[in-house]
């Protein structure tokens, strides 16, 4: 009867230990090095949000800072791409609905965030159909005791045209009204056509001059332009100071 070999187990050479305890450590240091950051990241974008802010929003921002690693940016003290976002912008009896953003390089004057310098910004202000729907209804005057139910039902009815649905007591009927930007953050809206309504209940909705909400930054509006989410403005700066 033929002995079965006895196998030998031996255990790893030291150096294949050392080359495999090296990528552990390597793994926890890159684990570490991302964590960390991420938490500057995150607590950069919280300040820089709160300097914004002091700009003149009436509420703290969104901030989110692109590009990775964040920490090689911070020790330049320039950021490539910020993104802003900010809700309900309100003054007198316009809401703007969303401001959308974004800078791009940013310059610091410290590592503390506190301040810096914006080279470009471009983005979008929306005033939703909603929100332009409450504006007119302060202005409609003597028609506004006779709109039943919702009131204003908007919709766009082309690039520069909204269109108006009324249902009134005793009737109902519709309003085109033609957007157009004036000097400065201001918005005229004029009637272009109606249908079903009174001649003698248009008086006050015939031409109505809305100032925009003051917008951050000193940014200012370039262009209006009617979609089918409401009135959309193009905004633009540079070379915009923030913080102090």
């Not at 800078?103 to 914006?118: D, P, R």
């Not at 108006?164 to 957007?179: D, E, I, P, Y």
């Not at 056509?193 to 917008?215: A, E, R, W």
Request: proline content about 5%.
């Amino acid at each position: 009867m033929t002995a079965t070999p006895t196998r030998v187990m031996r255990s790893p050479r030291p150096g294949r230990r050392r080359a495999r305890r090296w990528v552990i450590a390597l793994v926890i240091i890159v684990v570490v090095l991302v964590v960390l950051d991420f938490a500057a990241r995150v607590a950069a974008e919280s300040v820089m949000a709160s300097k914004i802010q002091q700009q003149g929003l009436q509420h703290k921002p969104s901030v989110t800072i692109d590009g990775f690693p964040f920490l090689t940016q911070v020790a330049s003290k320039n950021f490539g791409r910020v993104n802003l976002t900010d809700a309900d912008q309100t003054e007198g009896p316009v809401t703007i609905t969303s401001i959308n953003a974004t800078a791009h390089n940013i310059k610091l004057n410290s590592y503390s965030f506190s301040s810096g310098t914006i080279g470009s910004l471009s983005g979008t202000a929306l005033i939703s159909f909603s929100s332009l729907a409450s504006t007119l209804t302060q202005e409609v005057g003597p028609l506004g005791s006779l709109l039943h139910g919702a009131g204003l039902d908007l919709t766009a009815a082309g690039p520069s045209e909204v269109k108006a649905t009324m249902n009134l007591v005793v009737s109902s009927g519709s309003a085109t009204w033609r957007v157009a930007q004036l000097s400065g953050n201001r918005l005229n809206i004029r009637l272009a056509g109606s249908s079903g309504l009174p001649p003698s209940l248009l008086g006050s909705i015939q031409d109505i001059t809305v100032q925009i909400p003051k917008l951050p930054l000193g940014l200012t509006i370039d262009s209006v332009q009617v979609t089918s989410a409401g009135v959309v403005g193009r905004i633009s700066g540079s070379n915009i100071p923030f913080g102090s």
